[in-house]
């Protein structure tokens, strides 16, 4: 086993060079989806004022879960390596987040949040070498635009703190989904994932017991909860999520970042009557339209001399 995790080690990006196929986006954007459950499933099922607990709960046993299956550990440069990807994509982005909402209106922090795929396509560009289309920079701004209108509120108060924690949970974020990309994985991808979910949980136990104290009695409503958050919200999304990374180019799978706030939007009104506002259907329509806009393969110019006839001078 160690000998085959070093093989693998030796030439990280391998699993990064996958040609993405039509339905990626569509299996990948159902990680988005699940994560966009979220916010219902802790107002409604979760004990209240315990969002650390419920970020260390959601990676923590669903990592350990995994590498129990799974039974591969990191090996040489790795567990560094994995550190840094737990804390960028699990453990800092949900203390970062959760610093953001609690000092932000629910609609300026998600709009802070939607910044990620921009941030990830300039991030990519400058150190992966991928090209940053004219198309992904409008999509991203239209995503942007689009989640203000959907959950941005009139007369949203707004704290430097929690503006400052917004836009670092977006850089942490995408930094974490280009160093993926970059390090591509050494071991199947059930493997991976639990290191980075063991990793995230391993930093956030601790501050969530500072922060949130012990843990209180649970009832069966908050177990269902946790088990949901466990399972669909970490172990299956991240599965999925990372899968795509591997296989998408780093803007393209960023931009399906924004189906989570449609998704707890569709949540909201199914489940605690919401409705919504012109503005507000104006605004999920230019989200839809940015992913759309976001998923278009890049065109590319044919290798035969008959598509491709040589300019005359």
Known sequence: MT??????????????????????PIITGLAPAAWGLTYIVTTELLPPGRPLLAATLRALPAGLALAAITRRRPTGSWWWKVAVLGVLNIGAFFVLLFVAAYRLPGGVAATLGS??????????????????????????????????????????????????????????????????????????????????????????????????????????QNLIGFTWLATGGAAASYL???????????????????????????????????TLTPAQLF???????????????????STNPQHNPPRRT
């Open 3 to 24: 000998a085959t995790i070093q093989r693998h080690e030796s030439i990280p990006r391998t699993t990064a060079a996958t040609t993405p196929g039509r339905l990626d």
């Open 240 to 274: 999925i999520w990372f899968r795509g990374v591997a296989r998408l180019p780093v803007a393209q799978v960023s931009l399906l970042g924004l189906i989570s706030p449609i998704v707890a939007t569709i949540a909201g009104l199914v489940v605690l009557g919401q």
């Open 115 to 220: 910044i990620q795929p921009l941030v990830a396509a300039g991030l990519a560009t400058a150190f992966l070498g991928e090209r940053l289309r004219r198309s992904s920079v409008a999509a991203g701004m239209l995503g942007v635009v689009g989640v203000g209108l959907l959950v941005l509120r009139s007369g949203a108060a707004v704290d430097a703190v929690g503006v400052l924690a917004g836009l670092a949970g977006a850089l942490s974020m995408a930094s974490g989904v280009v160093l993926t990309k970059h390090w591509g994985r050494p071991v199947p991808l059930a493997a991976f994932t639990s290191w980075q979910l063991i990793a995230g949980g391993v930093l956030l136990a601790p501050i969530a017991l500072a922060v949130e104290g012990q843990p209180p009695s649970l009832s069966g």
């Open 283 to 301: 605004g999920a329509a230019l989200i839809l339209t940015a992913i759309a806009v976001g998923q278009r393969p890049a065109a590319t110019r």
